[in-house]
């Protein structure tokens, strides 16, 4: 007689996890346990899930439109999708109120982060909201120029139900230095401070403590640092032999240190760098403009003649972040913001980066949103943001990720950790997502976290490519900001006060038969024998308590912030 054995006689039970159902060996019990679903993904079937899939698609979607339905004016992104189909009926949008909150826009390279920037600085415009960003490869000068149409544009224009209509918007072009075409901008050695300048030059954190001191000397002396050549003439002043006793009043640095430092300038200059620092400095406050018509300026800095220099151009972003937040007042929640910046190739300003300057930047991020300023990081994986400046970006534009590596489905397995439960497979759907799609949450006007949707994206109105050359000569030229910034300056500073004290301090030629002084010596004389207002605050006890915890005023005024930047008077 044959025995007929099967695994269920043996105690063998069937458990589902994932996708997939495997056999164990129990107790004998006939129980089948749930199935345990992925991070980021809600019921369903998940015998029969395939990416983005949901069991009840009206479910979903009914979800999503009241999530998304809101009362006061706000920025279309673009159709909700579900089973692969786009619903024209249920737009994906983000409260124009809460774009101070901060937000990240994250992807691969050619998923759709450059023209997502497009879409939203155009909405943004109309809105009233001036909006900077970074044009790293010279492709976001196109919005001011109308887009032109094509079968693709309108097919996608059709799918997500846009009216699609060309448009260009108020546009102002600004260079680093005036290296390409715009408005140069341009910040002082003083103003841009110690703890930005040493990430440029890659100093180590002792170096950067060094430099600090320097800068310090400078401030109490009276000697304005506008450009590289002031800044390399105090440390060549310091590490002189007439600059010895001087040296050793600044407790804490060394000659070899600052020699090190010197050396770093002087490479740093050699590079060309000198064109970025000096006088006249950009003004923020000219970046919170508005049209006539009542349409937000968008300032859209070009930088692909810098784009080999990367911590520089990111450091120069960070400056115009630390300057706007001195300078603008408290003003809460509003309706609108006054200006959203988009900080470009996020990942390069926290490569490398020190504790001290981490710390500066999340201190930045969290308290400029009450200044009514938005800042949205844009890099390619959320990983490359820190957790402490991560945590505090509520509006998330997920383009596709890739899962290449080990290493990218950890970071692809993390980033689905910090999405609200949805019923979608995020793990799935991220990797698969197509371009010009993205998976949106972002924060609803009362401040709750919105249902995380996967978003075909509007096309912009504008040109989708560079304005063309002729059009932005006539836009730099007619810029009244190109009157006020293209003509270098250079007026006294810490180079000229420093050489004169030299030449006047060296042996003096033969006499002459005339007793008649020489002229050099003239202006020196008052400097010695009368020390001035200047001298005489900076001298004072009330004085050096004040610095101890703000700064130094000398002339105007020098608070050095978060980043040791200085605020101006204005």
């Not at 930005?196 to 304005?224: M, P, R, W």
């Not at 002031?230 to 407790?251: F, N, W």
Request: charge should be neutral; glycine fraction near 10%.
């Amino acid at each position: 007689m044959a025995l007929k054995i099967t695994l269920r006689s043996l105690g063998v039970r069937p458990r589902c996890t994932g996708v997939a159902a495997r056999w164990s060996v129990g107790a004998g019990r006939r129980t089948r346990r749930a199935p345990r679903l992925p991070r980021g993904s809600g019921p369903g079937d998940p015998a029969t899930a395939i990416v983005g899939r949901v069991t009840d698609s009206t479910s979903q979607l009914d979800q999503i439109r009241s999530g998304y339905a809101f009362e006061g004016p706000a920025l279309d992104f673009g159709a909700a999708v579900v089973d692969g189909t786009a619903h024209p009926d249920v737009p994906v949008r983000i409260p124009l109120a809460v774009m101070n909150r901060h937000g990240l826009v994250a992807g691969a390279t050619g998923t759709g982060k450059t023209k997502t920037l497009q879409l939203m600085a155009e909405q943004l415009s109309t809105g009233g909201v001036p909006v900077f960003l970074a044009d790293i490869k010279g492709d976001l000068s196109g919005l001011a120029s109308p887009g032109v149409s094509n079968d693709r544009l309108a097919s996608r224009a059709a799918d997500v139900g846009q009216t699609w209509e060309a448009t260009g918007f108020p546009t102002q072009l600004l260079t680093l230095g005036g290296l390409g075409k715009g408005a140069p901008i341009r910040s002082t050695i003083t103003s841009f401070g110690p703890t930005l300048l040493s990430k440029v030059l890659g100093l180590n954190d002792t170096q950067e403590s060094s430099l600090g001191l320097i800068f310090h000397y400078a401030d109490t002396k009276g000697l304005l640092l506008d450009d590289l050549k002031d800044l390399r003439e105090v440390i060549t002043h310091l590490t002189s032999d007439e600059g010895k006793a001087e040296l050793k009043t600044i407790g804490g640095l060394s000659k070899a240190t600052a020699g090190v430092i010197l050396r770093e300038l002087v490479t740093f200059e050699n590079q060309g760098a000198a064109a970025f620092f000096g006088m006249p400095e950009f003004d923020t406050a000219d970046l919170l403009q508005v049209g006539a018509d009542g349409r937000g300026v968008i300032s859209c800095l070009e930088l692909p003649a810098v784009q080999d220099r990367p911590a520089l151009f990111s450091t120069f972003l960070m400056w115009l972040l630390a300057d706007l937040f001195h300078d603008l007042p408290e003003v809460g929640d509003v309706d609108k913001p006054k200006l959203v910046f988009f900080f470009d190739e996020a990942h390069l300003l926290f490569d490398d980066a020190s504790d001290a300057f981490l710390d500066a930047i999340e201190q930045t991020v969290r308290l400029i949103r009450s200044k009514g300023v938005g800042v949205f990081f844009v890099t390619q994986s959320p990983k490359d943001v820190p957790a402490g400046v991560l945590g505090q970006l509520g509006n998330r534009v997920q383009h596709a990720l890739r899962a290449f590596t080990p290493d990218d489905a950890k970071a692809l397995k993390a980033a689905v950790s910090t999405y609200p439960r949805s019923g979608y497979d995020l793990q799935a759907l991220l990797t698969q997502l197509g371009t010009g799609e993205a998976v949106v949450t972002v924060l609803s006007e009362t401040g709750a976290p919105t249902p995380v949707a996967w978003t075909r994206m509007r096309a912009p109105q504008s040109l989708m490519a560079p304005t063309p050359d002729a059009e932005l000569d006539r836009l730099v030229a007619a810029s009244p900001l190109t009157a006020r910034y293209a003509a270098a300056q250079d007026r006294e500073s810490a180079y000229e006060k420093l050489t004169a004290a030299q030449q006047a301090s060296a042996p003096a030629p033969s006499p002459a038969p005339a007793p008649a002084p020489a002229p050099a010596e003239q202006p020196q004389k008052p400097e010695k024998d009368d020390p001035g207002l200047v001298e005489q605050v900076v001298q004072s006890s009330a004085f050096r308590s004040m610095l101890r915890s703000a700064g130094t005023q000398i002339g105007r005024e020098i608070t050095r912030s978060l980043f040791g930047t200085a605020r101006r008077r204005r």
